[in-house]
């Protein structure tokens, strides 16, 4: 197990060492950079003060310099300055993180807690009514677009209800946070929760007609255990896998989300600052991502041990 | 005998009441909130060329002289004085002397004195080489200034090399604020500070901007409100939803769109909603360097097949305004009347008759049903620009032009203009005055740097300085109709159409004019209160 998660962690540094390569070259690939968008906002051109700005920048620099000095800084935990706010990229980068990530974590939470249950209940239930509803259900959530979702969301609330749930201020409480940010969580989750309802029905399905199914319920075992400490228990591997994987899609469902919803969290941020090719703010962002997905990746793995003893990782 | 007395005293009482209950009704307090469209790219007003930057960030700042923020009309008998309290003109009309308002202080407590308005032009003339600013759009605006000369802490002479009457309008300007001396460029684009009714306290990129009022505000009572608090919201249908939902006072200048307008009037009916002109002018550009458009009678043939009305009537239920160069009456000064506007190439009523000389060029250049010109028409990718950019091409077809629409990332829209890496293009330019020379110098003259086609022409040059030194505003309409008329013949930049759009607000809000014929100048908020 110890070699197992040495080389694993190998593995990570590689993997995160090449998206640090392809982050830095992709964006600079990009037609533009910042001189070209500051300089485009005001109407005119100037190649002198252009390039005065690009030297400024550390834009004159050769590809190379650029990402050594960029790694170099990252080594030291200076993430360099934000081309447009001129702060501290990582001032910019902080406050925004917890935002995004409670807003993930609750969608996550709504997709589990939603999609699981749900799961089974259509497969215990297969070929009823209510199997046809909830897979009319997860159907929706697969094919509805989240901002389309979120938009429908708004409207629904200014019509009924004469409020509008999006973010103007920082909640006071906790609680308050987590009510608001529900809303737009259940957008971007119902998608994810849709798929984990199809995955755990389908895996349930085959679970239940396994030999060790009617051997439990041959011994007296209550209906809820049957299903759900036995069935659920192996067929639950594949949903985790498939959480693990929309933990990684969630970022490309949250940037909808935080536009539609007006919420300030890194995903909206990414896309404000890409636009801008506010490269130190887009590279340390995006490493950022590739970090936690790394890292969920890695979790997901260490959970298939701990939910299925039978799998072991060689030495 | 007391009768008298007594019907004098009541009279008085209810002339008193009389005058003064608007004073009275003026409620003191409450936060202002609005919201922003887009994320600003910094604080400093003389570095952006945006509305974005401008609406948020006039609050902080004084001008010397400014429009009437309580007058809808931006013209020369509308600037009142602002850190000035008075101006005159010496006889040449080469120097303008301001005598400044004494006891100004920033926001930081330091004086304001005139060495601030030395060094605010010194940086605007590209004087102050140590801590120039990182672009400086409005450069051409200040061209005929020679010097500013103090004399004490309280006056201050703009020195011009020749009369320009312009000056004060420009002056005038939201995009004209007066800077510290003793704060970097750097920090004005982050952390500004002003003399103005509202200080700067918080600006989160791409989230809020907020600003408190300024307890030591030189107009005594102003500025009514507490504070005022912008919130970013990018999605458009995300903040119009707000703004009915009752979050926001206030929607962005000029952000419903005429057919948003209507939804906006029906679902909150309580919302008072101005459309006027937002001084952009949606035009055809057109590269003469490049064959076939190098031969006059070429682009003669666009200007000639463009259907202004059509498009207008698309875009904007009919709203948006047919003009030429300056915007058109009733709002602009200086437009051409229509009547007049209709006898320049291009803007004749009889767009069959004009499509049919077109295609005669065409057929005599060799081009025809089966032989068609293919061209790209080159366009930024916004809809606003798209959107007229498929109209155009459309409209080329009917004189054998066959376009195919280009769209230019963003980002480099006017660097490949600038380049001239384009045949045929759709662009939009936005006017912060209604004045000849703000407009002129900045879009013809040669050399101006926001001149994006680089049209030159000495002619034009000479005229357009000549109705600079006009100080009669009617010689000066002939003398600007008659560039209008080159301008149209060269086909520099044809316009298509000005755009209008709706600001809408609260009927809570109060105090706040809407100004007609510029977006750029009414953003103090020093005389606006709330009554929730």
């Keep these: 197990m110890g070699a197992y998660l040495i080389r694993r962690l190998l593995l990570m540094a590689l993997t995160l060492f090449g998206m640090s390569v392809l982050i830095f070259v992709m964006?600079?690939?990009?037609?533009?950079?910042?001189?070209?968008?500051?300089?485009?906002?005001?109407?005119?051109?100037?190649?002198?003060?252009?390039?005065?700005?690009?030297?400024?920048?550390?834009?004159?620099?050769?590809?190379?310099?650029?990402?050594?000095?960029?790694?170099?800084?990252?080594?030291?935990?200076?993430?360099?300055?934000?081309?447009?706010?001129?702060?501290?990229?990582?001032?910019?980068?902080?406050?925004?993180?917890?935002?995004?990530?409670?807003?993930?974590?609750?969608?996550?939470?709504?997709?589990?807690?939603?999609?699981?249950?749900?799961?089974?209940?259509?497969?215990?239930?297969?070929?009823?009514?209510?199997?046809?509803?909830?897979?009319?259900?997860?159907?929706?959530?697969?094919?509805?677009?989240?901002?389309?979702?979120?938009?429908?969301?708004?409207?629904?609330?200014?019509?009924?209800?004469?409020?509008?749930?999006?973010?103007?201020?920082t909640p006071g409480s906790f609680w308050s946070e987590v009510a608001l940010l529900s809303i737009p969580a259940a957008a971007v989750g119902f998608r994810s929760s849709a798929l984990v309802m199809r995955l755990t029905r389908s895996s349930m399905l085959e679970v239940l007609r396994q030999d060790y199914i009617r051997t439990a319920r041959a011994k007296g075992a209550s209906e809820p255990t049957v299903n759900y400490d036995h069935a659920l228990r192996n067929a639950v591997l594949p949903v985790v896998t498939i959480i693990g994987i929309e933990a990684a899609f969630l970022i490309g469902g949250l940037i909808v989300t935080e536009t539609v919803f007006n919420i300030p969290g890194v995903a909206r941020f990414l896309v404000e600052a890409i636009r801008w090719r506010d490269y130190p703010i887009v590279q340390n962002l995006v490493m950022f991502i590739a970090v936690v997905v790394v890292v969920v990746n890695f979790i997901v793995d260490m959970t298939y041990v701990v939910l299925d003893p039978r799998i072991k990782f060689e030495e | 005998m007391r009768v008298q007395p007594a019907l004098g005293a009541a009279f008085f009482v209810l002339a008193a009441t009389l005058v003064m209950t608007p004073a009275l009704a003026q409620k003191q307090g409450g936060t202002l909130r609005i919201y922003h469209r887009d994320n600003l790219p910094s604080a400093s007003i003389h570095e952006e060329a945006t509305i974005s930057t401008v609406q948020p960030f006039m609050a902080v700042f004084n001008n010397l002289v400014l429009f009437d923020q309580g007058k809808k009309r931006n013209a020369p008998e509308t600037i009142v004085p602002d850190l000035a309290e008075s101006w005159t003109w010496d006889p040449t009309g080469t120097r303008l002397t301001f005598k400044l308002r004494p006891g100004v202080k920033w926001h930081d407590g330091r004086p304001f004195t005139a060495k601030d308005v030395q060094c605010t032009f010194n940086k605007l003339t590209g004087k102050d080489t140590e801590d120039d600013f990182r672009r400086n759009p409005r450069a051409v605006w200040w061209q005929n200034l020679k010097e500013v000369a103090v004399n004490g802490d309280h006056e201050a002479t703009l020195v011009l090399n020749r009369p320009q009457p312009s000056i004060l309008s420009m002056l005038a300007s939201g995009y004209t604020p007066i800077y510290p001396c003793h704060v970097k460029a750097q920090a004005m684009r982050t952390n500004p500070i002003g003399t103005g009714p509202f200080k700067f306290v918080e600006f989160k990129r791409g989230d809020t901007v907020k600003f408190v009022r300024n307890p030591e505000y030189w107009k005594p009572g102003r500025p009514y409100l507490d504070a005022i608090e912008w919130k970013v919201i990018e999605n458009r249908s995300t903040r119009i939803l707000a703004f009915v939902a009752g979050e926001f006072d206030m929607t962005f200048s000029a952000d419903v769109s005429v057919p948003l307008l209507k939804d906006v009037t029906e679902q909150a009916p309580k919302a008072i909603c101005s459309l006027a002109p937002t001084g952009v002018s949606t035009n055809l550009i057109v590269n003469p360097a490049v064959a076939p458009f190098n031969d006059a009678n070429v682009r003669r043939a666009l200007a000639l097949a463009l259907d202004r009305k059509t498009m207008i009537d698309i875009l904007s239920q009919g709203k948006f305004s047919l003009s030429g160069v300056m915007l058109p009456p009733p709002e602009g000064t200086w437009g051409m009347p229509p009547e007049l506007l209709q006898t320049l190439p291009g803007y004749a009523a009889d767009i069959e008759k004009s499509r049919a000389e077109a295609r005669k060029i065409m057929e005599g250049l060799g081009y025809g049903p089966n032989k068609t010109l293919k061209v790209k028409v080159s366009t930024r990718n916004i809809a606003i620009y798209r959107d007229p950019a498929v109209l155009l091409i459309d409209q080329l077809k009917s004189i054998y032009i066959d376009g195919e629409l280009e769209v230019i990332d963003t980002s480099i829209w006017h660097a490949k203009v600038t380049r001239k890496e384009y045949s045929v293009g759709l662009n939009l330019t936005g006017?912060?005055?209604?004045?000849?020379?703000?407009?002129?110098?900045?879009?013809?003259?040669?050399?101006?740097?926001?001149?994006?086609?680089?049209?030159?022409?000495?002619?034009?040059?000479?005229?357009?300085?000549?109705?600079?030194?006009?100080?009669?505003?009617?010689?000066?309409?002939?003398?600007?109709?008659?560039?209008?008329?080159?301008?149209?013949?060269?086909?520099?930049?044809?316009?298509?159409?000005?755009?209008?759009?709706?600001?809408?607000?609260?009927?809570?809000?109060?105090?706040?004019?809407?100004?007609?014929?510029?977006?750029?100048?009414?953003?103090?908020?020093?005389?606006?209160?709330?009554d929730r």
């Design chain 1, 27 to 169: 964006l600079r690939l990009v037609p533009g950079n910042i001189t070209d968008i500051i300089f485009d906002s005001a109407g005119f051109v100037n190649p002198a003060k252009k390039a005065a700005i690009e030297r400024q920048l550390g834009l004159d620099q050769p590809i190379v310099t650029q990402y050594v000095s960029w790694i170099a800084g990252l080594a030291r935990g200076d993430l360099g300055y934000a081309f447009v706010s001129e702060k501290p990229a990582l001032d910019e980068i902080l406050p925004r993180v917890p935002v995004t990530a409670k807003l993930a974590v609750l969608a996550l939470l709504f997709s589990v807690l939603f999609g699981v249950p749900l799961g089974v209940i259509s497969a215990v239930r297969q070929n009823t009514a209510l199997d046809y509803a909830l897979r009319v259900v997860s159907l929706s959530g697969l094919s509805l677009p989240s901002f389309w979702l979120g938009l429908l969301i708004l409207m629904a609330c200014v019509n009924w209800f004469g409020w509008i749930p999006i973010y103007r201020s």
């Design chain 2, 431 to 530: 006017v912060g005055v209604d004045d000849p020379d703000v407009n002129l110098y900045e879009n013809y003259s040669c050399g101006s740097e926001r001149n994006l086609t680089q049209y030159c022409n000495k002619d034009v040059d000479a005229l357009i300085e000549k109705q600079s030194r006009e100080p009669d505003t009617q010689k000066r309409k002939q003398i600007v109709w008659e560039i209008e008329r080159h301008l149209a013949e060269d086909l520099a930049r044809p316009i298509i159409y000005y755009e209008r759009a709706a600001t809408c607000w609260q009927p809570q809000l109060k105090g706040f004019v809407h100004h007609e014929n510029s977006i750029y100048n009414n953003w103090r908020f020093e005389d606006v209160w709330l």
